[in-house]
């Protein structure tokens, strides 16, 4: 893969010079999989989705280890509600580069939308594995803060629930203003019955303009 940042290159003014720049540097070298992800990543920008999809699947074609492209491609997908696509992609890339936390993370979320609750087994397989997902996505990057906020979750749905609010305690250690984490917090505390520390969350969680579920508030209202 060439580099982009060539020394003296010209910079776009605007979206659509940028667009016209890279989609120019392709006429020279169509081979380049990191212009063809540039380019769809301007088009997202644009949300001209098809034109990007096209382009991503071109970067992958060009740079099958281009992990980012796959992870496009899987946001892509999330948009449709394809799930399963969704899930397809990130699977490729963590196999086009292992290591990849964003991968990882993108999995376990994917596997916890499947726990429809209609097979018990085969919810507890996917749960099992989002945590094994989501475990790797943090020893990859230990400052996933989303990844630990979902493994909470993860461990909530397993019904471990100190091991829920330990990963999102991680999650504020990372970010502290990160409303996500202080509204799960205040699931947890709920859960084990500690009211005042939920509702000091769900109040944190608010404050930052994260909408709190109605139904959280009204159980916390009844027990305090």
């Known amino acids: ?10 910079l776009p003014k605007n979206a659509d010079e940028h667009i016209a720049d890279l989609r120019q540097k392709l006429t020279h070298n169509t081979e380049c999989g990191v212009t063809h992800y540039n380019l769809a990543v301007a088009l997202l920008g644009k949300e001209e989705f098809d034109e990007a999809e096209k382009e991503l699947h071109d970067a992958i074609d060009c740079s099958p280890n281009l992990a980012e492209a796959y992870v496009l491609l899987g946001g892509l997908c999330l948009q449709r509600n394809d ?12 196999k086009a580069r292992a290591g990849f936390a964003e991968g990882y993370g993108n999995i376990g979320f994917c596997l916890l939308q499947f726990c429809t609750g ?12 989002a945590i094994k997902n989501l475990q790797k996505a943090i020893v990859h990057n230990s400052q996933f803060v989303q990844a630990y906020a979902t493994l909470g979750n993860a461990y909530y ?3 471990l629930i100190d091991e829920g609010i330990e990963a999102n305690l991680k999650a504020l250690e990372v970010q502290p203003e990160f409303p996500i984490a202080h509204n799960n917090l205040a699931v947890g505390y709920l859960q ?3 009211y005042e520390k939920a509702a000091e969350h769900c109040q944190k969680a608010e404050a930052m303009g994260y909408e709190v579920p109605e139904q959280l508030k009204e159980e916390l209202a009844e027990n305090r």
């Open 1 to 10: 893969m060439t580099n982009e940042n060539e020394a003296g290159s010209h």
């Open 83 to 94: 799930l399963e696509g969704c899930l397809r992609y990130n699977q490729g890339a963590v």
């Open 118 to 129: 209609e097979d018990e087994k085969a919810d507890e397989e996917r749960l099992d594995s």
């Open 157 to 159: 749905m397993k019904g």
């Open 192 to 194: 084990k019955g500690e």
